[in-house]
C-alpha cells in the first residue's frame, strides 16, 4: 500500500489551574476514568503536578512504514496528545518491524502498534506452532513480552490483518462458496473449473498455499487447477474483474472494499491471528498511567472492517493519514 505523508502538527491544549472543566469523555479518559481532584489544596496540587509532567515526561510513539500502521500510529499519537499531559514525539514511519521492536526494547521509543501472529511467530523467542484462538494467542504474548522483554500490550483491537483466501463476488455467489471448507469441497468436484491467482511467496512457502491445501485436504485436488502466478498489487484487481475466481489478499487491504470481494472464512483456523495492539514500555506507562485509558478506548471497536475503511481512505482516496485518525477518535468522542 502507498505511503502518504502529511503535516505533522501536534496542537497544544492549555487551560488555566483555577478554571472549572466540563466532565466530558475526553476529560474522563484523561483522569484514568475518574474525576479529577477536588478545588482548593487539591486543585493546587494538581497544578503542580501538571507542572511536574509538562517539564519531565515524554513519549515517542513510532510505526511501521505502511498504511495501516501510520494510521495506527498516529491514532496513538493523536489519543494521547489531547488526553494525556506528556509531550508526545511523532516517530510514525520509523521502519519494519525489526527497527520498531529494537527501538522500544531499547528505549529509543516507548509506543508502538504490534500485531499478536507477529509478536508469536517473528519477534523472539519465536514460536513455530500457530495459535488460532485470539484470545489466547493474546494472553500468551502479553504474558511472554511483559516477562522477557519488560513490555506490555494493551487492550488488542479485534481487526486481524492475517492471510485470506478472497473470492471473485459473482463467483461465490453461484457456486455458494464461503468458508474454506466449502472451497475444499468444490475443488474436489470441479476442479477443473477453477482459476487461483497466488503471488510467488504465498505459493511456495510451507505455510501458505502447500500447507493450506494439506489443512483442508485437497493437496490431492489440485492436479486440475489453474494457478497464475500474479503480483501481489495486482491480485484484488484481477480476482475483482473476473480473471481468477479465487486469490490470496491481506484481510484489512482495502481494495476488498473496492472490488466487493468475498472473504472465504477461514473456518478450521489455519491462519495465524494477527490482531493490533499497543506496545508500550512498561517502566513508562507505570510511571504514566494516563497512557492506557485513551489507548484502550481506542482499540476498542477497532474491527477489520472499521480498519479497511480507514485504509482506504488514506490508500485509494490519499487522505493524511493524521487527518484519518483523527477524524476515528472524534467520531469515538476520544478527542
Known amino acids: 500500500?502507498?505511503?502518504?505523508?502529511?503535516?505533522?502538527?501536534?496542537?497544544?491544549?492549555?487551560?488555566?489551574?483555577?478554571?472549572?472543566?466540563?466532565?466530558?469523555?475526553?476529560?474522563?479518559?484523561?483522569?484514568?476514568?475518574?474525576?479529577?481532584?477536588?478545588?482548593?489544596?487539591?486543585?493546587?496540587?494538581?497544578?503542580?503536578?501538571?507542572?511536574?509532567?509538562?517539564?519531565?515526561?515524554?513519549?515517542?510513539?513510532?510505526?511501521?512504514?505502511?498504511?495501516?500502521?501510520?494510521?495506527?500510529?498516529?491514532?496513538?499519537?493523536?489519543?494521547?496528545?489531547?488526553?494525556?499531559?506528556?509531550?508526545?514525539?511523532?516517530?510514525?514511519?520509523?521502519?519494519?518491524?525489526?527497527?520498531?521492536?529494537?527501538?522500544?526494547?531499547?528505549?529509543?521509543?516507548?509506543?508502538?502498534?504490534?500485531?499478536?501472529?507477529?509478536?508469536?511467530?517473528?519477534?523472539?523467542?519465536?514460536?513455530?506452532?500457530?495459535?488460532?484462538?485470539?484470545q489466547k494467542l493474546y494472553r500468551k504474548v502479553k504474558a511472554e513480552f511483559k516477562q522477557k522483554h519488560g513490555l506490555t500490550f494493551l487492550q488488542r483491537a479485534e481487526l486481524n490483518n492475517t492471510y485470506v483466501i478472497l473470492a471473485n463476488p459473482d463467483w461465490a455467489k453461484k457456486t455458494g462458496v464461503e468458508t474454506l471448507s466449502d472451497f475444499a469441497t468444490f475443488l474436489k468436484e470441479n476442479g477443473s473449473k477453477l482459476t487461483v491467482a497466488l503471488n510467488a511467496e504465498f505459493q511456495s512457502r510451507a505455510d501458505g498455499w502447500?500447507?493450506?491445501?494439506?489443512?483442508?485436504?485437497?493437496?490431492?485436488?489440485?492436479?486440475?487447477?489453474?494457478?497464475?502466478?500474479?503480483?501481489?498489487?495486482?491480485?484484488?484487481?484481477?480476482?475483482?474483474?473476473?480473471?481468477?475466481?479465487v486469490g490470496v489478499g491481506f484481510n484489512t487491504d482495502p481494495r476488498i472494499l473496492q472490488f466487493g470481494l468475498r472473504v472465504l472464512t477461514d473456518d478450521k483456523g489455519y491462519f495465524p491471528v494477527y490482531n493490533a495492539a499497543p506496545l508500550v514500555d512498561s517502566a513508562t506507562l507505570e510511571a504514566n498511567p494516563s497512557i492506557r485509558p485513551p489507548l484502550n478506548a481506542a482499540s476498542k471497536g477497532l474491527t477489520t472492517d472499521v480498519m479497511r475503511r480507514l485504509n482506504?481512505?488514506?490508500?485509494?482516496?490519499?487522505?493524511?493519514?493524521q487527518t484519518v485518525a483523527r477524524e476515528y477518535l472524534q467520531r469515538k468522542e476520544i478527542l
Open 210 to 245: 502447500p500447507g493450506l491445501s494439506k489443512h483442508y485436504g485437497f493437496a490431492d485436488d489440485l492436479g486440475n487447477v489453474t494457478v497464475n502466478n500474479i503480483g501481489s498489487g495486482l491480485l484484488y484487481q484481477v480476482i475483482g474483474k473476473g480473471s481468477a475466481d
Open 1 to 134: 500500500m502507498m505511503n502518504y505523508y502529511g503535516s505533522k502538527i501536534r496542537p497544544l491544549f492549555a487551560q488555566s489551574c483555577d478554571m472549572p472543566r466540563p466532565v466530558t469523555r475526553r476529560r474522563l479518559l484523561k483522569t484514568g476514568g475518574g474525576l479529577a481532584g477536588t478545588a482548593g489544596v487539591g486543585g493546587l496540587s494538581g497544578c503542580l503536578t501538571l507542572a511536574t509532567q509538562l517539564s519531565g515526561n515524554s513519549i515517542k510513539v513510532s510505526s511501521k512504514r505502511f498504511t495501516e500502521q501510520e494510521v495506527l500510529g498516529y491514532i496513538a499519537y493523536e489519543a494521547l496528545s489531547s488526553n494525556t499531559d506528556l509531550n508526545v514525539s511523532d516517530q510514525v514511519g520509523l521502519g519494519g518491524t525489526t527497527t520498531n521492536f529494537r527501538a522500544l526494547d531499547t528505549g529509543e521509543v516507548q509506543l508502538y502498534w504490534e500485531y499478536t501472529g507477529t509478536a508469536w511467530q517473528t519477534l523472539p523467542p519465536q514460536h513455530d506452532t500457530v495459535i488460532s484462538d485470539p
Open 312 to 321: 482506504k481512505q488514506v490508500a485509494l482516496e490519499r487522505k493524511n493519514p
